[in-house]
């Protein structure tokens, strides 16, 4: 699969997380999907509802939030496509936390913080049988093409 | 009739439908016919051991299942079950 993520869309998902560091930040990717490809249009910052003090390693959205996300999403002819959130002085890649909870069928998309500066950003999806999360191709499209 | 809501990331194994109708007097009830229907969301909402996920939340209009009687939650005329996904991770 390729996820196709607009520049500013992707800027906007770095200054979440610079903003959130040393906490991680979190929210909910709005766009379209069609068969193989998903497309980015906008994103949703989301507080941390996690408790105050694990924040730094750990994060959780409101399911409520998410409902009035998706609501908004049907408004816009959009979808909730996916998740974004950040590792503060940390890797890219899905920790044991993120594995036991990732939905199968969204994208997520995960962002390092090395010391308040946002890094490197990979996409992964969980596979359908819940075994383990495999790596999309991330597509930054710069611009208005 | 009452209302079943189920999330997009669910939405491939009921034929692309977010909701659904059923007829049915307790969200377990409401499940089981949703599954029954589309036997393919069933290891998505299920574990091994025919539990709920960790990661599905159930409420019935907006009230968390979990603070009222579980699947045994009576659903009415009406009501809408909704299943919402828990979204969480972490760093390590
Ligand atoms: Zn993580």
Known sequence: MTFTVPGPVMDEINGHGEKSYPEEGAGLILGLSEGEHREARQVLPMPNHFDSHKRGRRYRLDPQEILQAEERAEQLGLEVIGVFHSHPDHPSA?????LDWAVPWYVYLITSI????????????????????????LEIKDGDG | MSHIRVPTPLRPYTEGQGKLEVEAGTVGEALLELTTKFPSIGPHLYNEDGELRPYVNLFVNDQDVRTLDGEQTPIKEDDTLMILPSIAGGTI
């Open chain 1, 114 to 137: 090395e010391k308040g500066a946002a890094s490197e950003t990979r996409a992964w999806r969980m596979l359908e049988d819940h075994s383990r999360m495999v790596e999309e191709i």
């Open chain 1, 94 to 98: 899905p920790s044991q936390t993120d």
